[in-house]
């Protein structure tokens, strides 16, 4: 199959991007990770809380997406298939630090064990990533703050549906909700969060937690190295 540049995959369509893929193009996999890199940063994040964690959940997801990428039936849109396998490992990640199996979190978005013992870190390198600090205003610092003390639950269907802006249908077939729950816990999660923001702060949600830039090229050449292109 004639390869490629990275830059004359941009638009190219998702079925295209995975058969090039399959057969090891270095150029379609980079697409397909920078087309996805944030969204499944943002879903990742939204249950480990933590950025250096939520790094490593995408980088082992993506090594376990393309190594299943011949298996891939279109069943569902590829977005959703790599965002529910990077919901595993993240929740995989979340059992072995707490214990606690995410099943048990009720399906009619009630308040469960897990959302009295999740740890809610402040990330270690928040501080210290100048990129980060320059692309954050200390109003997107406060939307994340706000959103990392939601208990998982209502924090991941919250950063799926009004942060990344996935749909209730693509939320619920993602996370294996019904509709009716994914509505139940976005409203939830909105409701606790007027305590700590006001109304005029709804446009900034979709500046939170950032990931383009050295840290999207980061994980892109971390994955293609692993793979071993």
């Known amino acids: 199959m004639h390869k490629l540049k990275p830059?004359?995959?941009e638009g190219a369509p998702d079925a295209e991007l995975v058969t090039r893929a399959i057969a090891r193009d270095e150029a379609a996999v980079r697409a397909l990770i920078q087309r996805y890199n944030r969204r499944l940063y943002?879903?990742?994040?939204?249950?480990v809380s933590d950025d250096g964690e939520a790094e490593d959940v995408l980088q082992e997801a993506y090594l376990k997406a393309f190594a299943a990428l011949g298996s891939f039936r279109a069943e569902s849109?590829?977005?959703?298939?790599?965002?529910?396998?990077?919901?595993?490992?993240?929740?995989q990640r979340l059992r072995r630090r707490i214990d606690v199996p995410f099943s048990?979190?009720?399906?009619?978005?009630?308040?469960?064990?897990?959302a009295d013992v999740i740890p809610f870190p402040a990330s270690s390198r928040t501080a210290i990533d100048p990129e980060r600090a320059m692309a954050q205003s200390e109003i997107c610092?406060?939307?994340?703050?706000?959103?990392?003390?939601?208990?998982?639950?209502?924090?991941?269907?919250l950063v799926a549906r009004v942060v990344e802006g996935m749909s209730v249908e693509e939320t619920a077939a993602a996370f294996d909700l019904l509709p009716e729950t994914v509505k139940t816990r976005l409203h939830r999660a909105r409701k606790m969060l007027k305590d700590?923001?006001?109304?005029?702060?709804?446009?900034?949600?979709?500046?939170?937690?950032?990931?383009?830039?050295?840290?999207?090229?980061?994980?892109?050449?971390?994955v293609a190295s692993r793979l071993g292109f």
């Open 7 to 9: 830059e004359l995959l």
């Open 42 to 47: 943002r879903v990742a994040r939204s249950v």
């Open 77 to 91: 849109s590829l977005a959703t298939w790599l965002t529910r396998i990077v919901l595993n490992e993240a929740f």
């Open 104 to 114: 048990e979190v009720d399906r009619d978005g009630g308040q469960t064990l897990m």
């Open 141 to 157: 610092r406060l939307v994340e703050k706000a959103i990392d003390a939601l208990p998982c639950e209502f924090r991941a269907v």
């Open 196 to 222: 700590a923001l006001a109304e005029h702060l709804g446009p900034h949600f979709s500046d939170a937690f950032p990931f383009d830039g050295k840290r999207c090229e980061r994980i892109t050449d971390a």
